[in-house]
């Protein structure tokens, strides 16, 4: 069964500092990928994806995402967080097999300290 | 300005009480999809359209219904909503070119209590 786990309810970090998301997953094939960012009192918003060709993916807000295979992890960073990266985040798998279902980890909630 | 509108934002009802949320989208999109956000569990899928007239059950379908009459318009019918039903709810809506990569644009949210 496809599956998304993120191991972490909270992170903390300190402005400034790099910051790391985790996600794994669990999908028979190649999967697609994506990160979310959840906002207070807002619906979702699309940060990047991973759907083939290098590891490392850049995408909104200066994140940026590693997708490591043999890991079946896709974690998100940024190497310098900010006070209004402070969210909810959110990992999701497409299998290309399934094509309407898209399945979402817990969430990560990341509070970003002055 | 391209958006996924819902209606309404906030809804208290009691258990039985038939209701309806709206799901609109005017990006012309192909793919729409419901889901709900409990705390600790992430999103799951509830259901999902590839396009007009087509729809298909997510992750947790029971006691829910959807149609797609129109391709704009995806509305969640609970035709007896129960407590367990009591959550946050998103539609969102995507472009079925590409479908299997394409990001999904998320409606603001209806947050649903039922006594």
């Known amino acids: 069964a496809q599956s998304v786990a993120q191991p972490e309810d909270q992170v903390n970090v300190a402005e400034g500092n790099p910051l790391t998301v985790k996600c794994t997953y669990s999908?028979?094939?190649?999967?697609?990928l994506f990160w979310y960012v959840q906002y207070p009192n807002r619906g979702l918003q699309f940060l990047l994806k991973?759907?083939?060709?290098?590891?490392l993916v850049k995408g909104s807000y200066g994140f940026e995402a590693e997708f490591n295979k043999s890991q079946t992890s896709f974690h998100l960073k940024k190497p310098s967080a900010l006070v209004s990266d402070s969210a909810l985040y959110f990992c999701?798998?497409?299998?290309?097999?399934?094509?309407?279902?898209?399945?979402f980890g817990q969430g990560t909630t990341l509070q970003v300290k002055p | 300005e391209a958006q996924v509108t819902q209606n309404p934002r906030y809804l208290i009802t009691v258990t039985g009480k038939k209701l309806t949320v709206t799901c609109s989208q005017n990006?012309?999109?192909?793919?729409m999809s419901w889901y709900r956000q409990d705390p600790g569990l992430g999103l799951r899928q509830i259901y999902y359209?590839?396009?007009?007239?087509?729809?298909d059950k997510g992750d947790v379908p029971e006691g829910y219904k959807v149609s797609r009459k129109e391709k704009r318009n995806f509305p969640l019918i609970l035709e007896s909503p129960s407590p367990n039903q009591t959550s946050l709810y998103f539609c969102?809506?995507?472009?079925?070119?590409?479908?299997?990569?394409?990001?999904?644009?998320f409606g603001p949210g209806t947050r649903l209590t039922v006594l």
């Open positions: 969102a809506s995507s472009s079925s070119s590409g479908l299997l990569y394409n990001e999904q644009f």
């Open positions: 990006m012309n999109h192909e793919y």
């Open positions: 999701a798998v497409r299998d290309r097999r399934d094509t309407g279902k898209l399945i």
């Open positions: 991973y759907i083939t060709g290098d590891n």
């Open positions: 359209s590839m396009n007009v007239e087509v729809t």
């Open positions: 999908v028979s094939g190649n999967p697609y």
